[in-house]
């Protein structure tokens, strides 16, 4: 299975390229259809992961005064990757996010079903539910929707460093996505050409408190921080707009027979290999956080 990477300079986008034999990265930037086909022509791929995206530098708070970059880069964007893909009948992977999602569902169990209509708020949020909207009605086309990356390789955007590196860090419990977990997620929705929504969400919910005492068992035991309720992370002027913070359901994963790990078991697993590199010299790599 030839896969063709659009966004394989990004976080996501690198992560994946390094993880499969049979990746090959788009090179420079698409701005129109035509890119997109000449990319096809040329290189011939089954399938296409889209990780290009706009998320924001130094963080996602960028995307609410820069709204054209942000919607051509998470909305046009996508949808300029798919036509080219329908009209060459290559399969699209798009990176969607769960942030589109702000509080608890309607659900009794409070999760988000794939299906659920986003509530965003963000400019960077309804820009990535505009483009689930529609590139969800598409044949030969996936939004896989990942929640807070977290990693064992050291990374602006992991959210263990963020998280080890915020002097104020807010108590909330989520849905998160492992990387290790998301890259093989990926490469089996692909290789299903499965089609629709699916939350790429390990199973379980976990509070930032639990992944920075991990932090300070395996990382750091000298680690303080002072932590802060959701609301004041916009009252203390620390964020310009309240971040999403929500459960995910991901049976849309389960009907596929597509399995990621409980989030406590591979939250310790990441960290415990984190540690080690870190204990290696390895540094974070620069880059946006969002
Ligand atoms: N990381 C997260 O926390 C997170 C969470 C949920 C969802 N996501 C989604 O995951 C995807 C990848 O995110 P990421 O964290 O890997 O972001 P990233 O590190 O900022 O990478 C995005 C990549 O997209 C490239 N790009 C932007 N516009 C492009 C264009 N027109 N043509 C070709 N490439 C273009 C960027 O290249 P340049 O730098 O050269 O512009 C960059 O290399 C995005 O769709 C994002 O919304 C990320």
New binding site residues.
Partial sequence: MKILI??A?????TRCLEAWDDAVAAEG???TKEDVLSLIDKHQPDVMLN?????GKPNVDWCEDHQMETIV??TL?PIIIAEACQERGVYLLH?????IFYGDSHHVDKKWREDDFGNPVPVYSRA?WAADLVLSTLPQTAIAR????IDWMPSA?NMIDKLATYPKVIDVENSVTIVDDMIDVFYQLMEKRATGIFHVTNPGTLKHKEIVTLYEQYVDPSHTNEWISNDDLVKQGLATKGRSNNFLSSEKLKELGIEMREVHEAMEATMKKYAELKKQGVQSAE??S?
């Fill in positions: 659009i966004g300079n990004g976080y996501i986008g930037h698409v701005n990780a290009a995206g706009v998320r880069g998470n964007l990176i969607g996010s769960g942030c990535k990942i929640r807070m990356p955007q880059g946006p969002c």
